[in-house]
Structure formats: structure tokens, C-alpha cells
């Protein structure tokens, strides 16, 4: 059974950084795109990043395009998601998951498997 599991969450004060992970198992990594989520309780959840299966590729939203990076290890079959200069409003249960499909999307329904979601909460 694939398994998908985003790490690193915690809480952080705003102008800080966080680091999080996403580990993949019983999953040929590098043929999934990876993308990163995030969702406040009672909205939709909202595509901020993703990355190429080989890394050439990656695709923002605005409201993180200069303080998120995405990058993946595929070796480790694992992805990063580096989050800088932190704001309150990017408090959220962030998620990652891997899509089969063939560009990096930013939307919920490219994407075939999920993490289980990893909570970040940035104080002001």
C-alpha cells in the first residue's frame, strides 16, 4: 500500500522558517510530480507548490512565490517544502501528495496520493 507522510510541522514566530518533509514508501517516486497544499479549517484546500519529477520544473501560488521553495530528493524519496519569512496567515494543516499526471499542477484533483497533513502555526 503506498504511503505518503508530510513532517515538520510546528510552531514558529512569524519571520521565521520551517522545513517540511515528505516522505514517500512502495512508490516509484521519481514518476510522480509532488505538491504541496495547505488548509485552513472550514476552506478548500489551496495548492502553494510543486515540483517536476526531475526537479525542472516548479509552479508557486502567489501567496508564497518568494518565501517557499520546493525541492525533492529523489534518491530519498523524499520532498521539501523550505517556507521562509513566515506569516500568521500562513498558519494551516499543510499536505503533500504525488500526482501521476504529466505537468505540475496546483490543483487537488491531479493528484492520486496523500499525506496525512502536518500542522504549521505561525504566532505574530
Known amino acids: 500500500q503506498v504511503q505518503v507522510v508530510a513532517s515538520g510541522g510546528g510552531l514558529v514566530q512569524a519571520g521565521g522558517s520551517l522545513r517540511l518533509s515528505c516522505t514517500a514508501s512502495?512508490?516509484?517516486?521519481?514518476?510522480?510530480?509532488v505538491g504541496w497544499f495547505r488548509q485552513i479549517l472550514g476552506k478548500e484546500r489551496e495548492g502553494i507548490g510543486c515540483?517536476?519529477?526531475?526537479?525542472?520544473?516548479?509552479n508557486y501560488a502567489d501567496s508564497v512565490k518568494g518565501r517557499f521553495t520546493v525541492s525533492r530528493d529523489n534518491a530519498k524519496n523524499t520532498a521539501y517544502l523550505q517556507m521562509d519569512n513566515l506569516k500568521p496567515e500562513d498558519t494551516a494543516m499543510y499536505y503533500c501528495?504525488?500526482?501521476?499526471?504529466?505537468?505540475?499542477?496546483?490543483?487537488?484533483?491531479?493528484?492520486?496520493?496523500w499525506g496525512q497533513g502536518t500542522q504549521v502555526t505561525v504566532s505574530s
Open positions: 501528495a504525488a500526482s501521476h499526471s504529466a505537468f505540475c499542477a496546483l490543483t487537488t484533483d491531479r493528484y492520486d496520493y
Open positions: 515540483i517536476s519529477r526531475r526537479s525542472a520544473t516548479t
Open positions: 512502495r512508490l516509484n517516486f521519481d514518476g510522480y510530480q
